[in-house]
């Protein structure tokens, strides 16, 4: 498998920095991928994808969807956050928000958000759900004058 033990792969992440590193070159060397994007990273890199969400939705959706995507994602961090530092959330609304924060997380190894080549992705949908209640509680919490 070409791992190797816990401290050796650190480093590197187990290798993803390598990818991401081929990635972004492959951008570097023919930029019109980030005008229109590809369908899948699988069939342009030879079977390997990115590891990453955000790189894998520059590379799939080109700079227009990217943009798209931080704005979704800027949107759930700060909504998180407001959610566990305002005093009046209920546990359940700190869990969506954790949990919103933790999927995220997981996103900065796997592309498992924003996937475009399947029909139905279970994390989008977890994903996009968590982000409706955390966009909806946050206009109940008080703005400060």
């Given at each position: 498998s070409?791992?190797?033990t816990?401290?050796a792969?650190?480093?590197t992440l187990n290798?993803r ?9 492959k ?11 590809v369908?899948d ?14 790189l894998e ?7 227009p969807?990217?943009?798209?995507v ?15 530092w305002?005093n009046?959330a ?12 933790a999927t995220?997380?997981a996103?900065?190894l796997?592309?498992?958000l924003?996937?475009t080549?399947t029909?139905?992705?279970?994390s989008d949908f977890?994903f ?6 955390l966009f ?5 919490i008080?703005?400060?004058?």
């Amino acid at each position: 498998s070409g791992q190797k033990t816990f401290q050796a792969d650190l480093p590197t992440l187990n290798g993803r920095t390598y990818l991401w590193i081929s990635f972004l070159e492959k951008i570097w060397f023919e930029p019109a991928i980030l005008l229109r994007g590809v369908v899948d990273t699988r069939l342009v890199w030879g079977n390997l994808h990115t590891h990453n969400a955000w790189l894998e939705a520059l590379i799939m959706l080109g700079l227009p969807g990217f943009i798209l995507v931080l704005f979704f994602s800027w949107n759930a961090t700060w909504s998180s956050f407001r959610i566990l530092w305002h005093n009046g959330a209920g546990m359940f609304q700190k869990n969506i928000a954790l949990l919103t924060l933790a999927t995220m997380v997981a996103a900065l190894l796997e592309p498992c958000l924003f996937i475009t080549y399947t029909e139905w992705s279970f994390s989008d949908f977890f994903f996009f759900l968590c982000l409706g209640y955390l966009f909806l509680w946050n206009k109940e919490i008080p703005r400060k004058k």
